[in-house]
């Protein structure tokens, strides 16, 4: 299909200097070289960056402190949950990530407001973003692939594809560009425009805003 009016590219909304600006806030947190949590086990991050992978296994709980910035991968696993410290308040967080994200069914990502029986808390304005700097453009090896069922908050590709599987439900999805398939959902919130993203709870707050392009 050729629209009349063929739509121009336009720019992403977050400029590669507000990334760059997210890794140093997560470097000066210090660095360790992985990160594995598995089983029922409870673990937190942040800020920190991660010189290797980042693996979540099915049904543990990880709490975001601060800015992460994994130099390799982020493999999440069925039924995993990531959950904003409540310090965090009504902004933001990010994960940033090198190399490519993988979300499982089920996995459950949720701003400060926390979770309860396997299901966000009524939204306080707080998401958690997974960034992704991965160049593939590959639908066999995207930069962000989302499987069935996935309850999610913010996926951003700066580079690269994201791959949304059927029956995905999404809050938001921003990339270079995007492979839906069939059943797969993405709703748009109103006010997500407007998202601020801290550093983390404490301490001096970085803040920038988000502006999504029309």
């Not at 975001?64 to 982020?74: D, E, R, S």
Request: with cysteine; glycine share 12%; hydrophobic share 35%.
């Amino acid at each position: 299909y050729t629209p009349e009016k063929p739509v121009g590219p336009q720019a992403l909304p977050i400029s590669p200097e507000q990334i760059s600006d997210w890794k140093n806030e997560a470097a000066a947190g210090g660095t360790i070289s992985s990160y594995s949590l598995g089983g029922n086990n409870q673990g937190s991050l942040g800020p920190v960056k991660v010189l290797g992978d980042v693996n979540i296994s099915s049904n543990a709980i990880l709490t975001i402190n601060g800015t992460v910035w994994v130099a390799g991968n982020l493999n999440l696993s069925s039924n995993a949950i990531i959950q904003l410290s409540p310090g965090y308040g009504a902004y933001s967080g990010n994960i940033v990530v090198d190399g490519r994200i993988s979300v499982s069914s089920n996995v459950l990502l949720c701003g400060s407001e926390g979770y309860q029986a396997h299901k966000c808390n009524a939204s306080v304005g707080s998401y958690l973003m997974l960034l992704s700097t991965n160049n593939s453009s590959n639908p066999s090896s995207p930069a962000i692939y989302a499987t069935s069922n996935t309850k999610t908050a913010i996926l951003y590709a700066s580079d690269g594809l994201i791959k949304i599987s059927s029956n995905a439900k999404l809050k938001e999805a921003t990339g270079y560009g995007i492979y839906m398939d069939s059943n797969a959902d993405v709703t748009y919130e109103t006010g997500l425009a407007d998202v601020l993203f801290s550093a983390g709870p404490g301490g001096a707050w970085q803040v920038t805003s988000w502006k999504e392009v029309q």
